[in-house]
């Protein structure tokens, strides 16, 4: 039972338009939620993350919105990068306090030059 | 610097043979964890440790086993009764309040 999913395996965007990475949970307990990217080869580097009293995070060309009722978050990259183009995984965490994050099955981003 | 460092990059390994992975970090966190990553499928966690001494089971804990003597360091053993030890693993390790920080994972291959 996937409790974390991203059903997109993969996304193509032009270089300088907007990324849209999506994710959906079924647990209404998780109340924090993290963008993670990885390359190839390596271990995936913290991006972005947003707490469930939020709606929206903004760290310069990466927003994560997350929309509680529809048990629902976004990535949206602006504008899109050559070098953002990687697996993009979501993760969330359940009740406060808790050590353990639960991974989508990740997004592969590609953005074309 | 600080960070997380596994070990060997690329693992091999006979059939029936018990294989151990590195792992250590320089954070001065708490917390570390096991993740074992199949192709197209997400992270799936193998086993976690909030505190020395202590660790607890993850969704596929099943012919691993770890240990966490140290609060640097938390090795993984691949046992021989993984019957399907073929993956790539990532180690993290978190602080409190902090996203968790990721090594850049080993990949083990049966021989």
């Known amino acids: 039972d996937q409790q974390v999913k991203q059903n997109s395996p993969s996304l193509s965007v032009q270089e300088g338009r907007i990324s849209i990475l999506n994710c959906d949970y079924t647990?209404?307990?998780?109340?924090?939620f993290l963008w993670y990217k990885k390359y190839p080869a390596e271990g995936p580097t913290f991006l972005i993350s947003?707490?469930?009293?939020?709606d929206k995070n903004e760290d310069g060309r990466f927003t994560v919105f997350l929309n509680k009722s529809a048990k629902h978050l976004s990535l949206h990259i602006v504008p899109s990068q050559p070098g953002d183009s990687a697996v993009y995984f979501c993760?969330?965490?359940?009740?406060?306090?808790?050590?353990?994050?639960?991974f989508g099955t990740g997004t592969r981003l590609k953005v074309l030059a | 610097d600080g960070g997380i460092t596994q070990s060997p990059k690329y693992l091999f390994r006979k059939e029936g043979q018990n294989v151990t992975l590195s792992c250590e970090q320089n954070?001065?966190?708490?917390?570390m964890y096991w993740y074992r990553q199949d192709p197209g499928q997400g992270l799936r966690l193998i086993y976690y440790?909030?505190?020395?001494?202590?660790?607890q089971k993850g969704d596929i804990a099943e012919g691993y086993s770890v240990s966490r003597e140290k609060k640097e360091s938390f090795p993984l053993t691949v046992t021989s009764a993984q019957k399907n030890p073929t993956a790539f693993y990532l180690c993290?390790?978190?602080?409190?309040?902090?996203?968790?920080?990721f090594g850049d994972g080993t990949r083990l291959s049966i021989l």
């Open positions: 993760a969330a965490r359940g009740t406060s306090g808790t050590y353990k994050y639960i």
């Open positions: 647990n209404s307990m998780f109340d924090y």
């Open positions: 947003i707490s469930s009293i939020k």
């Open positions: 954070l001065n966190h708490d917390a």
């Open positions: 440790s909030q505190i020395v001494n202590d660790f």
């Open positions: 993290a390790s978190q602080g409190l309040a902090q996203p968790q920080h």
